[in-house]
């Protein structure tokens, strides 16, 4: 036995020589141990360490192989995720969840896929190849017990304490949930494989059987006699025909699905006092077809048990060390998995545990009887459910994705290795759904001809497949398109394909499979036609006499007893093998199954599909045998049977091998020829002048039959017509009598009338005098009061405007009145700033004077002392005479600066007369401004005066003091002027704030 300790690495290879398997039970034990150091959880060296103070052993919780038994995966008590890959001799952590897993499975379908059940009720969705998270179910309301998938993969049971839960995994919608009553809870829920069934076992040992598309009720499992049994563990075959269930007791009890009846009951040793849990082993150990269950008891030993033969094969464990607590056996049947209760990791080789315990048949029980106590009940069939392949060199992976779905078909021209892809085929069983796209389309090498592809399809629908919805309806529009349009370029290609009735049934699976691409549909199904189909319209219309003839030589070779039984109950060819062909099989089988099947076929020449045939029918033999009439063979051929498909193609590559060349149909139908590039290869393998007899005969009548419609459609509508003309003549009929009665009737009624009518004229006249009279009083009353209301609205009216009109004074007054006295505010604060411009300009003057008049007495007196005084004083005299002229230059200057701010205070006066529009005061205004402007006109006409005057009085050639006199008399002038000048704009005031308050409107007033 080897021991390999991982120590809790992350990764490496699992041993460092290839094990060799104990003598005893070819075991391999795989051990886990992490060390513990100052408090601290470390993974250190790759070595194998005892079980020592320093070192705690991680035990093994669940451990379940992938999907060809070649990898493994296994958890650890700490929620670490081992992958482990026999062949490759490596191991590698895939997650880390943190939590103890309770439940461990993988997806059938996607066999990247890995469901584990942590203690914290959820069920976690890993990829392997990514080693990523994909999405979590939950949480549950108890602790998990199991998870089972069925073979489509779309749906999840959890079994939990309390209930079941079924998740779709696509959307992650929990779908339903199952719980059991007050006192009968749930035991175990699973699917059943290979069929639409789910299984469901109470506490109460009640079985109960269901639907999975519509989770309807559809049958129940018998009761047992005696004791009750207490199911704990069941166990299915692969195909799904059998159930074993097995519970506290050392009784297990097998029914069979199909019947419905419990078939065995297997008593086990009494040393056997509880069943753990039950496996069934695939294929076959010892040469012979038998049926291998392997029962896990509580004492920990695995015990291999032959069903048919009752016999105790052998057993695994028994030493303290290795009780094992669960085990997991792989899909081909070659390797077990067991979890010890020490929480080690076993590995035995079950072929060679065989060889190796050459125990004596032991009869492990007596058959007790179900049904009747005086017949035995049978044993399961000798013939075991499926083969296992021998073991192959794993492939190595590709990129592996968490995304489901297929991936996109690669170009024309990309063409893989035959000899790798039958190796595969035959070590696997079929292509992986994510690579068959592709792979079909380089076993066909399809040319993907686009150019002619589109000129087929621009032909538009042919007329045979118009109505293509009424014949064959379809759910899906898209489908139904798709299918149309494959038909149509197909029958432009060659007319044939518009007469054979069987082409839409035969072409739809792969309609179906490759939906999403047009062109590769068309060329797969042309490719089909033009190898696996091409002999079979020589005959047409009839069926292919010279395929069914091969068929029928297979058979005979291979099978002459099921042939001689068809012959004497004449049943021919065409009754037992032309249905499988005509549909390609996809009747018989399922879609699974089906892919499978032509997985194999393309792999092949074009014979192999005939071979399939005749194997199919050979497997069928002991069902076909019963049937003796034409209707039941063919119902058989036309139904999905319980034939299993593996043994099949076993037996189609069997009769490929052994068929003599005589016979062989390669010789007829020869090797495989892929359609052309650029433009397709034409298809004339038929009796053109029938099909086109045919077309001629259906074209003539589908002419007839639009002459007929339209004569038809002429003569209905003429019949219309006149049926529509007869009945308006009838209706007018009708209606004119009735209008002569109604008019004699009407006669009578108006004598009546008028004798009726005369009474009431004279009382009327009595009435409309009396009318009359009230009405003119009543008018004469309304007329008086709507006078005294009209009176009553004028006064209430003028007093209203009376009341508005002393409103409207007052408001003018008022406002009139804050005017006045704004214009008076302004015109103070003008006084004064005039005032103060005055003072100032008076001072400035008499400044100025005074200085003239010092200069004067300075000059004068050097006038007077020039006389005695040297010429050279003169330059300074004519200086200072200049610097006085440029004194009252000044002085002029700011006079004239100070009569400008006047004037323009004047003009803001000006303006705001303007914007209260007195139109009037500013007309008069005007005026005396242009007095007042011809009075500053005229002052400075007198002040430039005054200032020459100065200025001469000054100048000493004539040595003439008389000027200096006058100054006094035209300062006085002066000052009377700007005196005469403030009255004037005194004046001016006063008149505008006297216009203001006799002017009467309110608007003036409104700025």
């Given at each position: 036995m080897e021991s390999i300790d991982l120590c809790g690495g992350d990764?490496?290879?699992?041993?460092?020589?290839?094990?060799?398997?104990?003598?005893?039970?070819?075991?391999?034990?795989?051990?886990?141990?992490?060390?513990?150091?100052?408090?601290?959880?470390?993974?250190?060296?790759?070595t194998r360490i005892g079980l020592t103070a320093a070192g705690r052993h991680v035990p093994f919780t669940r451990v379940t192989f992938g999907c060809h038994g070649n990898w493994f995966i296994a958890t650890d008590q700490l929620g670490v995720i081992y992958s482990f890959d026999v062949y490759r001799n490596k191991y590698q952590v895939v997650y880390r969840l943190g939590k103890t897993c309770t439940a461990l499975l993988i997806s059938h379908t996607y066999s990247n896929e890995l469901f584990v059940a942590t203690n914290d009720l959820n069920v976690h969705c890993i990829n392997i190849g990514s080693r990523q998270l994909i999405t979590t179910f939950g949480p549950h309301e108890a602790s998990i017990k199991s998870l089972s998938l069925p073979q489509s993969g779309q749906y999840l049971l959890?079994?939990?304490?309390?209930?079941?839960?079924?998740?779709?995994?696509?959307?992650?919608?929990?779908?339903?949930?199952?719980?059991?009553?007050?006192?009968?809870?749930?035991?175990?829920?699973?699917?059943?494989p290979l069929t639409n069934s789910i299984i469901t076992c109470f506490k109460d040992d009640s079985i109960h059987v269901w639907d999975t598309s519509t989770l309807d009720y559809k049958y129940n499992l018998p009761l047992p006699s005696g004791p009750p049994p207490h199911y704990r563990a069941f166990a299915t075959t692969q195909d799904g025909s059998f159930l074993v269930a097995g519970g506290r007791s050392n009784i297990l009890y097998i029914w069979s699905m199909k019947r419905h009846v419990l078939e065995h009951v297997i008593q086990l040793p009494s040393k056997v006092k509880n069943v753990k849990q039950l496996l069934f082993v695939p294929g076959t150990f010892d040469g012979h077809k038998s049926q291998v269950l392997g029962m896990l008891a509580q004492d920990g030993l695995l015990r291999f048990v032959s069903v048919t033969g009752c016999q105790l094969l052998f057993t695994l464990g028994g030493k303290d060390e290795e009780l094992i607590s669960m085990a997991h056996i792989d899909p081909m049947g070659r390797h077990v998995a067991a979890v010890t209760e020490q929480g080690s990791l076993l590995i035995y080789d079950l072929s060679h545990s065989l060889k190796a315990h050459h125990l004596p048949s032991l009869t492990v029980s007596e058959l007790f009887q179900v049904e009747k106590s005086s017949s035995q009940v049978s044993k399961l069939s000798s013939s075991s459910t499926s083969v296992p392949d021998p073991p192959v060199k794993p492939v190595s992976k590709t990129s592996q994705s968490a995304k489901r779905g297929e991936t996109s078909s690669a170009g024309g021209g990309v063409s893989l290795n035959l000899a790798k892809l039958r190796s595969i085929l035959r070590g696997y069983g079929e292509y992986p759904a994510k690579y068959r796209s592709f792979i079909w389309r380089s076993l066909l090498q399809l040319p993907l001809n686009h150019m002619?592809?589109?000129?087929?399809?621009?032909?538009?629908?042919?007329?045979?497949?118009?109505?293509?919805?009424?014949?064959?309806?379809?759910?899906?529009?898209?489908?139904?398109?798709?299918?149309?349009?494959t038909l149509?370029?197909?029958?432009?290609?060659?007319?044939?394909?518009?007469?054979?009735?069987?082409?839409?049934?035969?072409?739809?699976?792969?309609?179906?499979?490759?939906?999403?691409?047009?062109?590769?549909?068309?060329?797969?199904?042309?490719?089909?036609l033009f190898?696996?189909?091409?002999?079979?319209?020589?005959?047409?219309?009839?069926?292919?006499?010279?395929?069914?003839?091969?068929?029928?030589?297979?058979?005979?070779?291979?099978?002459?007893?099921?042939?001689?039984h068809f012959v004497s109950h004449n049943i021919t060819a065409q009754v037992y093998a032309w249905p499988l062909l005509q549909t390609l099989f996809s009747e018989a089988l399922s879609k699974e199954e089906w892919l499978k099947l032509w997985d194999n076929v393309l792999s092949q020449p074009p014979s192999f599909l005939l071979m399939v045939a005749a194997a199919y029918i050979s497997c069928a033999r002991s069902a076909l045998l019963k049937c003796t009439t034409v209707e039941d063979v063919e119902y058989f051929m036309r139904h999905q049977s319980t034939v299993n498909l593996k043994v099949v193609l076993q037996d189609a590559y069997r009769m490929q091998e052994a068929t003599p060349p005589a016979i062989h149909p390669h010789k007829t139908l020869g090797d495989f020829v892929p359609l052309t590039s650029g433009a397709y290869p034409i298809f004339n393998k038929y009796p053109k002048y029938i099909v086109n007899y045919q077309l001629q005969e259906k074209e003539r009548i589908r002419r007839e039959e639009q002459e007929y419609l339209r004569q038809r459609q002429q003569t209905l509508e003429l019949e219309r017509l006149a049926e529509q003309r007869r009945q308006e003549d009838e209706a007018w009929q009708r209606q004119h009598?009735?209008?002569?009665?109604?008019?004699?009737?009407?006669?009578?009624?108006?004598?009546?009338?008028?004798?009726?009518?005369?009474?009431?004229?004279?009382?009327?006249?009595?009435?409309?005098?009396?009318?009359?009279?009230?009405?003119?009083?009543?008018?004469?009353?309304?007329?008086?009061?709507?006078?005294?209301?009209?009176?009553?609205?004028?006064?209430?009216?003028?007093?209203?405007?009376?009341?508005?009109?002393?409103?409207?004074?007052?408001?003018?007054?008022?406002?009139?009145?804050?005017?006045?006295?704004?214009?008076e505010i302004r015109s103070l604060e003008l006084q004064a700033q005039r005032a103060c411009l005055e003072r100032e300009l008076l001072r400035r003057h008499e400044l100025a004077m005074y200085r003239l008049r010092n200069a004067h007495e300075v000059e004068r007196e050097r006038t007077e002392s020039e006389r005695f005084s040297p010429p050279s004083k003169i330059a300074d005299i004519q200086e200072a005479q200049s610097n006085m002229i440029q004194l009252e230059n000044d002085l002029q200057a700011r006079n004239n600066e100070d009569i400008a701010l006047a004037c323009r205070e004047l003009r803001s006066l000006q303006n705001d007369l303007k914007e209260q529009n007195l139109q009037a005061a500013q007309e008069k205004y005007k005026e005396e401004e242009k007095k007042l402007e011809t009075a500053f006109m005229k002052l400075q006409t007198m002040k430039?005066?005054?200032?020459?005057?100065?200025?001469?009085?000054?100048?000493?050639?004539?040595?003439?003091?008389?000027?200096?006199?006058?100054?006094?008399?035209?300062?006085?002038?002066?000052?009377?002027?700007?005196?005469?000048?403030?009255?004037?704009?005194?004046?001016?005031?006063?008149?505008?704030?006297?216009?203001?308050?006799?002017?009467?409107?309110?608007?003036l007033l409104s700025t």
């Open positions: 990764g490496g290879s699992i041993w460092g020589r290839k094990p060799t398997p104990r003598e005893k039970d070819g075991l391999v034990q795989v051990n886990l141990y992490y060390f513990i150091f100052f408090r601290f959880l470390l993974s250190i060296r790759n959890v079994v939990t304490a309390c209930d079941s839960v079924l998740w779709d995994i696509n959307t992650g919608i929990r779908r339903k949930t199952l719980c059991g009553g007050e006192s009968v809870g749930v035991q175990d829920v699973f699917f059943l002619s592809y589109s000129t087929l399809l621009d032909k538009g629908t042919h007329s045979a497949y118009i109505d293509i919805g009424d014949k064959y309806p379809i759910k899906s529009q898209k489908l139904l398109r798709i299918l149309q349009r149509s370029a197909l029958s432009h290609w060659s007319p044939l394909f518009s007469e054979v009735d069987y082409l839409p049934p035969l072409i739809f699976p792969f309609v179906k499979h490759f939906q999403n691409n047009q062109l590769v549909i068309f060329e797969m199904v042309a490719t089909i190898n696996w189909c091409s002999h079979w319209f020589e005959y047409f219309p009839n069926p292919p006499l010279n395929v069914l003839s091969l068929v029928e030589n297979l058979l005979s070779h291979h099978d002459n007893h099921l042939l001689q009598e009735l209008l002569l009665q109604a008019e004699s009737q009407r006669k009578k009624m108006l004598e009546l009338e008028e004798e009726k009518l005369s009474d009431q004229r004279a009382r009327l006249a009595a009435m409309k005098r009396e009318a009359k009279l009230k009405e003119l009083k009543s008018l004469d009353d309304a007329r008086q009061k709507y006078l005294q209301q009209q009176q009553t609205l004028r006064e209430l009216e003028i007093e209203k405007m009376d009341k508005e009109i002393e409103k409207k004074v007052l408001l003018r007054d008022k406002e009139t009145q804050e005017a006045i006295e704004e214009v430039d005066s005054s200032s020459s005057e100065e200025i001469s009085s000054i100048n000493p050639p004539d040595n003439n003091h008389t000027g200096a006199g006058q100054w006094p008399h035209h300062r006085k002038q002066l000052n009377g002027e700007e005196t005469q000048l403030l009255h004037s704009v005194h004046n001016l005031r006063r008149r505008i704030a006297q216009h203001m308050r006799d002017s009467t409107s309110p608007s």
